[in-house]
């Protein structure tokens, strides 16, 4: 499969199986357009019938047959053969710490942090025996993730302490690592804690928006005020404290149809001097009035292409500035396997609640129809099953999939989303979020190209 595409006059060409990323001439890219595999030792006639010299159609193409020749071009297609789930050992969880919130974003997800349940926090008795169940199902794996998360995970930092050192050391124990990560809202950070989790944490995600009046229209105090200014001189003091460190963070926003122009967000953030930025798309029923709709698309495709041409002018200039969503690695990135499934959720990935219940990930909890079990029981009769169709959900068994130039760089998809958003499935995709993959990942191949000092 190849796909070709022009972006700021730029002609690009991208051999989906191989992973390959070409940069042609217009003749190359007009080319490209007409041909269909396997290519022939000499170019077809009709490509005479474009309007170019026949001399300069011969060397264009002779060098096009080349390409694929080295399998860089029309490069034959390939199956992963997918690990039985009963053999796939749990990596990671997903620890709700508090299913309880001291903001009420707009858009939330998790109804403002009780995930449709009660208010509640984890104890620490509860994260330890999660973790002891991580260690246990983990098989051969040596390196284990864990991500505090909530609601908001500092309104439970006594047990986020507690569950750090009790996993580094049990995991220390038998031979094992885990890294810690924890996204947070920024409210509750003071120097104390902010030392702390640059300390400990492995990753931070955190949580602002962009810019004041969009941050502040979206993330709000339940009693008032703006939550920009509490948090931007905490967040910016944990960024720079870990860019000087050498490790993880990014600030991460959403955006919504309230602010399509969410470029000026990034850039906005990049000037405040956060080098590591994400703002994803907000995922909601259409019926709410947050939600993107098909109609929108055009103008969320030109304000991605205004972001990624904005990019190389600052990457250029020499600023320090990575987007989340246009970060490919096309030499060495993602195993096969995981290109092939995604994330993991409900197989390698499992989510934790307050009370120990299991769900896929996090975007499952509080959703009775998931619940795989309970860390003090082990999984339910029904999570086998289950489990298996999660197994089962990738892009060889979505039909839309298969055909899809994408369908390496996102796994298939977000299966909560295919459930919550189109037509209750985790097998069915999410036509609006496939659409913007498409567009990211267009993107992301053109900053590539315009950035790579590589061939």
Same mark, same amino acid.
Request: glycine share 8%; hydrophobic share 35%.
């Given at each position: 499969m190849l796909h070709t595409f022009e972006l700021d006059g730029e002609y690009l060409a991208l051999d989906v199986n191989s992973g390959a990323l070409h940069v042609l001439t217009k003749l190359a890219y007009d080319i490209c357009g007409k041909l269909e595999s396997p290519l022939g030792e000499k170019p077809p006639v009709e490509l005479f019938e474009l309007g170019y010299p026949k001399e300069e159609v011969e060397l264009a193409y002779g060098e096009l047959y080349s390409l694929f020749e080295q399998n860089l071009l029309f490069s034959p297609d390939f199956v992963v053969t997918m690990p039985d789930n009963q053999k796939m050992p749990l990596k990671a969880l997903c620890l709700h710490v508090a299913h309880d919130c001291n903001m009420r974003c707009g858009y939330c997800f998790a109804d403002t942090g009780e995930y449709c349940g009660k208010r509640e926090l984890m104890t620490p008795e509860t994260g330890m025996k999660? /973790? %002891?169940? @991580?260690?246990?199902?983990? !098989?051969? /794996?040596? +390196?284990?993730?864990? %991500?505090?998360?909530?609601?908001?995970?500092?309104?439970? @930092? %006594?047990?986020?302490?507690?569950?750090?050192?009790?996993?580094?050391?049990?995991?220390?124990?038998?031979?094992?690592?885990?890294?810690?990560?924890? #996204?947070?809202? !920024?409210?509750?950070?003071?120097?104390?804690? /902010?030392?702390? @989790?640059?300390?400990?944490?492995?990753?931070?995600?955190?949580?602002?928006?962009?810019?004041?009046?969009?941050?502040? +229209?979206?993330?709000?105090? *339940?009693?008032?005020?703006? #939550?920009?200014?509490?948090?931007? *001189?905490?967040?910016?003091? @944990?960024?720079?404290?870990?860019?000087? +460190?050498? #490790?993880?963070?990014?600030?991460?926003?959403?955006?919504?149809?309230? +602010?399509?122009?969410?470029?000026?967000?990034?850039?906005?953030?990049?000037?405040? !001097?956060? !080098?590591? /930025?994400?703002?994803? *798309?907000?995922?909601?029923?259409?019926?709410? *009035?947050?939600?993107l709709k098909d109609e929108m698309l055009p103008r969320i495709f030109e304000e991605y292409e205004k972001l990624a041409i904005g990019l190389v002018k600052r990457i250029e200039q020499g600023e320090h500035i990575n987007f989340f969503h246009f970060i490919v690695d096309l030499e060495a990135g993602p195993c096969v396997y995981k290109r092939v499934k995604g994330c993991g959720a409900g197989c390698e990935y499992i989510a934790v609640t307050p009370s120990g219940d299991l769900y896929p990930c996090h975007q499952f909890a509080g959703m009775e129809d998931y619940r795989l079990g309970n860390i003090y029981s082990g999984f339910n009769d029904s999570a086998k099953p289950l489990r298996k169709r999660f197994e089962n959900a990738n892009i060889y068994t979505k039909p839309e999939c298969g055909k899809c130039f994408a369908k390496f760089f996102c796994g298939g998809g977000c299966a909560a989303a295919g459930v919550k958003y189109a037509g209750g499935e985790i097998e069915n995709n999410y036509k609006i979020g496939c659409e913007l993959e498409r567009k990211r990942l267009e993107c992301a191949l053109y900053l590539q190209a315009k950035t790579s000092s590589g061939n």
């Open positions: 999660a /973790i %002891d169940f @991580l260690i246990e199902s983990s !098989g051969h /794996i040596k +390196n284990l993730e864990v %991500d505090f998360f909530g609601g908001e995970p500092l309104m439970a @930092l %006594d047990t986020v302490k507690i569950v750090t050192e009790y996993g580094k050391s049990r995991a220390s124990q038998v031979g094992k690592s885990i890294n810690f990560t924890l #996204t947070t809202n !920024g409210a509750l950070l003071d120097d104390e804690t /902010i030392e702390y @989790l640059d300390r400990e944490m492995y990753n931070l995600v955190l949580s602002v928006d962009g810019r004041k009046s969009v941050n502040d +229209n979206m993330r709000r105090f *339940p009693g008032g005020g703006s #939550t920009y200014e509490k948090i931007i *001189p905490a967040f910016q003091k @944990l960024a720079k404290t870990r860019e000087e +460190n050498g #490790t993880s963070y990014y600030v991460r926003g959403t955006f919504t149809a309230k +602010n399509l122009d969410f470029s000026e967000d990034v850039f906005h953030l990049s000037d405040l !001097g956060f !080098g590591e /930025i994400s703002v994803e *798309p907000v995922a909601l029923d259409e019926s709410h *009035p947050l939600a």
